[in-house]
């Protein structure tokens, strides 16, 4: 996976996380979504730096 792909990626993580926990309606689940896109993001980036490095 290219470096425009992995960001890109990231990004679409991010807003759907956004998009979804806005919606939900429910604070604790508003929180967990928008905690799962951020580890979503953090496991692509160490997997994406493990295949550099």
């Known amino acids: 996976m290219d ?3 992995a960001a890109a990626g ?3 993580t991010m807003v759907g996380s956004i998009v979804l926990a806005r919606a939900a309606g429910d604070k604790r ?3 967990a979504l928008l905690e799962a896109g ?3 993001v953090r496991d692509q980036a160490t997997s994406a730096g493990a295949e550099c490095g």
């Open 38 to 40: 951020r580890q979503a």
């Open 29 to 31: 689940l508003s929180d």
């Open 10 to 12: 990231a990004i679409a």
């Open 3 to 5: 470096a425009r792909q």
